[in-house]
C-alpha cells in the first residue's frame, strides 16, 4: 500500500521543518504552497518530494480536494503546517492500514492543542478529532473553515481512535490569546454562510454563544485558559452570526431582546453538560454528532428507496 502526505503551506517557516520530517516516510510527500514569503519553500524543497505553488486562499479546506486528486498513493495523510506527528507514526499508521484498511475507508486522530504554550485537555480542545488519513477518493472537504470532511462511503466507514493509547497528532495551535483573536476573526470574516435569509435566526446565534461558554470551560482540566478561551469562542459565535447577517438580502430584524445576556447561564441544561463533558474526555462529541446525524439520513434514503 502505497501513502501518500500532503501539507497546505502559507509563511509556515516557523513550524513547516518539523511538521515535514514528522511525515517524510510517506512513499510520497507534496507540499501545497499558497504563494509564502519567507523561507517556507525553500524548507520545503529540501525535505519534500514535490512543491506545487498556487496563489494565496482565504480557505485552504477547499482547496485540498483539488490536489488530494494528484496524489500517487492508495492512501493519503493530510497534515497542517503547525502540526506535527510522534516518532514512532509511520509503524502506526501503516499498521492501522494493514489491520482495518479492509473495512475502514478513514480513521480520525485525536489532537493535542497547545494554546499559549499550555496543552489543552479539556474544554473540548481535547480529544479534538480530525479526519486525516484515508483511503484515496473516500474524503471530500467542504469550501468553508473548519468543517469536518465528508466520509463519501457512509459514517460506518469511518473509525474514530480512541485515546489514549493511539496515534495523535500534536498542534503549535494559537501563541496568545492576541493571536488567537486575530485568526478567529479573520476565519469569521472569510467564511461562507447560507445565503437564504429565513435561515438565520439570532436567537440560534445567543443559543450557540452561550452553549459555547459553558462546554468549552473545564477549569478542572485546564485552569484560568479554558474561562479565557471559553469567552472568546461565545465571543466568536457573535461574531460570525453579525458577519452572517450583514451578508444577507434583504437582512432580517435583529430582535433587541436577543442582546447578551439573553438568559442566566443558571438555565442552561446542566445534565446535557454533564453529560457533554463526560462524553469530551475520551470522543470527539462534534463528530458522535455527525455520526449520529449520517446514520439517521442513511435510515430514511433507504425507506424511501424501499417504498
Known amino acids: 500500500m502505497r501513502i501518500s502526505a500532503i501539507v497546505h503551506t502559507r509563511n509556515s517557516e516557523r513550524t513547516l521543518e ?3 520530517r514528522s511525515v517524510r516516510w510517506a512513499d510520497e510527500l507534496v507540499v501545497v504552497d499558497m504563494s509564502s514569503s519567507d523561507r517556507t519553500v525553500e524548507i520545503a524543497r529540501a525535505v519534500a518530494d514535490r512543491v506545487v505553488s498556487i496563489p494565496p486562499t482565504d480557505r485552504v479546506d477547499g482547496v485540498r480536494n483539488q490536489f488530494l486528486k494528484e496524489l500517487s498513493g492508495d492512501w493519503i495523510f493530510v497534515l497542517d ?3 506535527w506527528l510522534a516518532i514512532d507514526a509511520k509503524g502506526e499508521v501503516r499498521r492501522l492500514v494493514t489491520e482495518l484498511g479492509a473495512r475502514v475507508d478513514a480513521f480520525a486522530f485525536p489532537r493535542f492543542n497547545t494554546i499559549c504554550g499550555q496543552v489543552m485537555r479539556g474544554g473540548q480542545w481535547y480529544p479534538d478529532h480530525q479526519i486525516r488519513l484515508f483511503r484515496r477518493g473516500t474524503v471530500v472537504w467542504e469550501d468553508a473553515h473548519h468543517r469536518p470532511p465528508r466520509v463519501v462511503t457512509g459514517p460506518e466507514r469511518l473509525l474514530e481512535l480512541v485515546p489514549p493509547d493511539c ?8 501563541e496568545d490569546l492576541r493571536e ?3 485568526r478567529q476573526a479573520a476565519y469569521a470574516c472569510t467564511d461562507r454562510y447560507d445565503e437564504d435569509p429565513n435561515s438565520f435566526d439570532w436567537a440560534v446565534v445567543i443559543e450557540r454563544a ?3 461558554l459553558v462546554l468549552r470551560e473545564d477549569r ?3 485552569g484560568d485558559l479554558s474561562h479565557a478561551l471559553a469567552l472568546l469562542m461565545a465571543w466568536d459565535e457573535i461574531v460570525r452570526g453579525l458577519v452572517h447577517w450583514e451578508s444577507l438580502r434583504p437582512r432580517p ?3 433587541p431582546a436577543m442582546a447578551l445576556p439573553p438568559r442566566p447561564l443558571a438555565t442552561l441544561p446542566r445534565a446535557e453538560i454533564a453529560v457533554r463533558r463526560w462524553l469530551g474526555r475520551r470522543h ?3 463528530f458522535l454528532m455527525h455520526r449520529v446525524r449520517d446514520r439517521l439520513r442513511g435510515v430514511l434514503r433507504r425507506l424511501r428507496l424501499s417504498s
Open 210 to 212: 452561550h452553549r459555547a
Open 220 to 222: 478542572q482540566a485546564d
Open 180 to 182: 488567537f483573536v486575530r
Open 18 to 20: 518539523q511538521a515535514l
Open 284 to 286: 470527539s462529541v462534534r
Open 253 to 255: 430584524a435583529l430582535e
Open 81 to 83: 503546517s503547525d502540526e
Open 167 to 174: 496515534l495523535h497528532i500534536h498542534h503549535h495551535n494559537y
